[in-house]
T-cell receptor, first 113, second 111 residues
Framework: KAGVTQTPRYLIKTRGQQVTLSCSPI?????VSWYQQTPGQGLQFLFE???????NKGNFPGRFSGRQFSNSRSEMNVSTLELGDSALYLC????????????FGSGTRLTVV | QQQVKQSPQSLIVQKGGIPIINCAYE??????FPWYQQFPGKGPALLIA?????SEKKEGRFTISFNKSAKQFSLHIMDSQPGDSATYFC??????????FGTGTSLTVIP
């Protein structure tokens, strides 16, 4: 079966712009979580959506937001981009939420210049 | 505050060696401790996981040792191979909540 699909794979944006990243979960999975991965920091939790509702949220500023659609696809938006937002953004899906069956996508590499 | 502390940051071993990666946690509510393996350009993939009611779990060449009283757990890779060269992350969660990840260990296995 198809895995977790993230688009686009690579993105270059200018400071101050906004960006939207997309995540299509494994078919049937209702939970989607987003993480920011940077060297030395590991994976930092952004938020989790389950059945279109945000269920958990990490410690990121309000510039980071997300949503989930009725087909479980999720989008993450970052407004007013800063240089420090350059990172690999990963999403993970699971049937009911962590921890079981937690499967990551390959990520979107965002570079802010 | 880092909920899960991982060491070392990088590790180089010869083929056949046994690299050991260590993690420590503070929150005694954590009840699930997985290890993830990540290759360049890929997302992390679940390698092996353990619950705190057992002290050791083995899957193939990968073993988790868990010390509940010390709040520590470690990953051992037996008979390591060059194909094991990757970044390894430990994590912890209490079921239904977010994962807390360690900062990762870059493992290089020299042929």
């Amino acid at each position: 079966k198809a895995g977790v699909t993230q688009t686009p794979r690579y993105l270059i944006k200018t400071r101050g712009q906004q960006v939207t990243l997309s995540c299509s979960p494994i078919s049937g999975h209702r939970s989607v979580s987003w993480y920011q991965q940077t060297p030395g920091q590991g994976l930092q939790f952004l938020f989790e959506y389950f059945s279109e509702t945000q269920r958990n949220k990490g410690n990121f500023p309000g510039r980071f937001s997300g949503r989930q659609f009725s087909n479980s696809r999720s989008e993450m938006n970052v407004s007013t981009l800063e240089l420090g937002d350059s990172a690999l953004y990963l999403c993970a899906s699971s049937l009911f939420g962590p921890p079981y069956g937690y499967t990551f996508g390959s990520g979107t590499r965002l570079t802010v210049v | 505050q880092q909920q899960v502390k991982q060491s070392p940051q990088s590790l180089i071993v010869q083929k056949g060696g046994i690299p050991i990666i260590n993690c420590a946690y503070e929150n005694t509510a954590f009840d699930y401790f997985p290890w993830y393996q990540q290759f360049p350009g890929k997302g992390p993939a679940l390698l092996i996981a353990i619950r705190p009611d057992v002290s050791e779990k083995k899957e193939g060449r990968f073993t988790i040792s868990f010390n509940k009283s010390a709040k520590q757990f470690s990953l051992h890779i037996m008979d390591s191979q060059p194909g094991d060269s990757a970044t390894y992350f430990c994590a912890a969660t209490n079921t239904g909540n977010q994962f807390y990840f360690g900062t990762g260990t870059s493992l290089t296995v020299i042929p």
